[in-house]
């Protein structure tokens, strides 16, 4: 099972103090570094520097929006971060949401499936050096004729990739965006995970898509992202997850609109969820963090005596979880958040 960390992002993070600490992660068993990207600084420039700073661990965004960039850039960042790595990078890629898109890029989030698996596609072509023809429904290269100028003509990659396929990780939550998560990614990203109530709300999509994969492509990679905290006393803990449960549940898209907030009824939390939303949307940020329920945040996190964890990391085994990206929240220093992942490391090679 990999481990992996994401690097913190937001006003009042240090960028800079955070990758240096990743060299000490490293060297506890950490196996990736997830760069994440929002409506902020993007997650490509980070992840050169990261490269440069980290020999080992590999690389992954999470995720790279598929709108503000075409697919052949998308393909061309892809090879040039695997470059930069030699080898390490994998390519987290997903929609995001009508706010972000429409709101800060300025483009319509109209088709996400269909441009997706389009993206995809293309990606692979350029990645494979072939000369790039490409007659989808959303994108087609060169321009077709009678459109543009009727220069453009069919082009290869000028540089070499490492790599004839770099890794794609699809952020997914809804059953047709999962099922093509199945289908073409060599890894799905759920944004959280209730291990118990998975296969109720994904095994259809997840074998629909499947029986469509290519087997080349391997086994798929399920990824989580989990708070951990190993300890006896760590209880108090989960209530520090409560603001980004909120914020996702209440606050991530508009009533009718909020994939998080779907994906927290689909788990059985319907009445819980609506009333996290109904309270952040009215401005009331307290009050829909105190609604987040605690199986909830339980359910979703490694947080408590090393038995419970092991419980937990078999649950998520059992799942068929495969990488678990942590955020170690247990200890004053950074030395103590090291232990943790050594332990964790240990753990996970034991389960």
């Not at 929609?95 to 993206?119: C, K, M, N, W």
């Not at 095994?203 to 898509?209: K, R, T, V």
Request: proline content about 7%.
């Amino acid at each position: 099972m990999r481990i992996g960390m994401g690097v913190a992002y937001g006003p009042g993070q240090d960028f800079h103090q955070a990758v240096d600490a990743l060299a000490d992660y490293e060297k506890a068993g950490l196996d990736l570094v997830v760069v994440p990207e929002l409506y902020g600084f993007d997650g490509v420039s980070r992840l050169g520097y990261i490269a440069a700073r980290l020999e080992r661990v590999q690389l992954a965004s999470g995720i790279l929006q598929t709108y503000p960039r075409t697919p052949t850039l998308m393909a061309m960042t892809a090879a040039g971060l695997d470059s930069v790595s030699r080898g390490r990078f994998n390519l987290g890629i997903g929609a995001s949401g009508p706010q972000v898109i429409e709101g800060f890029h300025g483009i319509p989030y109209d088709a996400p499936i269909g441009r997706t698996r389009e993206l995809i596609e293309i990606c692979r072509i350029v990645w494979r050096r072939e000369k790039l023809v490409y007659d989808g429904k959303y994108y087609k290269l060169p321009v077709p004729e009678g459109q543009g100028t009727g220069l453009g003509k069919p082009l290869k990659m000028i540089d070499h990739p490492v790599r004839p396929r770099v890794p794609i990780t699809l952020a997914a939550i809804g059953p047709k965006n999962v099922a093509l998560a199945a289908e073409l990614a060599e890894g799905w990203q759920p944004p959280f995970f209730v291990p118990e109530k998975a296969a109720d709300v994904w095994s259809e999509p997840l074998a629909a898509g499947s029986a469509k994969r290519d087997p080349s492509l391997g086994t798929l990679d399920l990824q989580v992202g989990v708070s951990l905290a190993i300890g006896d006393d760590v209880d108090h803990l989960h209530d520090l997850g409560r603001p980004q449960r909120a914020l996702y549940i209440g606050g991530m898209g508009a009533r009718g609109r909020n994939f998080y907030n779907n994906l927290a009824t689909w788990f059985g939390y319907e009445a819980e969820a609506k009333r996290i939303q109904d309270l952040y949307l009215d401005g009331k940020k307290k009050e829909a963090e105190a609604a987040v329920p605690r199986d909830l945040l339980v359910k979703t996190s490694l947080i408590g005596p090393e038995g419970h964890v092991r419980e937990r990391l078999a649950a998520l085994r059992e799942a068929g979880v495969k990488t678990i990206t942590v955020r170690p929240i247990h200890g004053e220093t950074h030395a103590d958040k090291v232990k943790q992942i050594e332990r964790f490391r240990e753990l996970c090679d034991a389960t």
